[in-house]
């Protein structure tokens, strides 16, 4: 079975640029969930989405903003970039949402590696 | 408080040896509590999790250990070989709630 995946893999932007991020869940799982990953720092929680809607938002500006699709795959905008927005962005999907058992563990994608100078 | 801190930033063990990761939280809501491994350039990979209601768990070589009362669990690794040279993360996360709060991390490395 194929993971999650996420496009682009890597991506060179310039301070003041808008990047679009995209996430395929894992086939059947239906809550998609953004994190940032700064180098040598555990992921930060940005976003979660469950069945299209917002269902979590973490401590992170305007700038960023998500949706889902109809096919539960997701994408993630940031505008306006900054120096500081440089990091590995990662995707993870689980089935349900957590309470569920088995069916919340989240499954990370390999990410996408922005740079922005 | 959200935070959770692991400890070392940093560790090398000989090949065989138990390598030892200790975390630990504040916010007594958080009810799961998973392992994640990352190799570089790749996405973090869940090892194994815990919940509150139980002291241990392990599944292979690895091996979980909460202590409720402190709130701290540990990830302990059994004959530990070069290829779980990796970087770990535990996490936390509240009921009801799908974020996960990440420790730091833990560049281990296992010497051959």
């Known amino acids: 079975d194929a993971g999650v995946t996420q496009s682009p893999t890597h991506l060179i932007k310039t301070r003041g640029q808008q990047v679009t991020l995209r996430c395929s869940p894992i086939s059947g799982h239906k809550s998609v969930s953004w994190y940032q990953q700064v180098l040598g720092q555990g992921p930060q929680f940005i976003f979660q989405?469950?069945?299209?809607?917002?269902?979590g938002r973490g401590n992170f500006p305007d700038r960023f903003s998500a949706r889902q699709f109809p096919n539960y795959s997701s994408e993630l905008n940031v505008n306006a970039l900054l120096l500081g927005d440089s990091a590995l962005y990662l995707c993870?999907?689980?089935?349900?949402?957590?309470?569920?058992?088995?069916?919340?563990?989240?499954?990370f994608g390999p990410g996408t590696r922005l740079l922005v100078l | 408080q959200q935070q959770v801190k692991q400890s070392p930033q940093s560790l090398i063990v000989q090949k065989g040896g138990i390598p030892i990761i200790n975390c630990a939280y504040e916010?007594?809501?958080?009810?799961?509590f998973p392992w994640y491994q990352q190799f570089p350039g790749k996405g973090p990979a869940l090892l194994i999790a815990?919940?509150?209601?139980?002291s241990e768990k392990k599944e292979g070589r690895f091996t979980i250990s909460f202590n409720k009362s402190a709130k701290q669990f540990s990830l302990h690794i059994m004959d530990s070989q070069p290829g779980d040279s990796a970087t770990y993360f535990c996490a936390a996360r509240v009921f009801g709630n799908e974020k996960l709060t990440f420790g730091t991390g833990t560049r281990l490395t296992i010497i051959p």
């Open positions: 993870a999907s689980s089935l349900s949402l957590q309470g569920a058992g088995d069916q919340e563990t989240q499954y």
């Open positions: 916010n007594t809501a958080f009810d799961y």
């Open positions: 815990i919940r509150p209601d139980v």
């Open positions: 989405y469950y069945e299209k809607e917002e269902r």
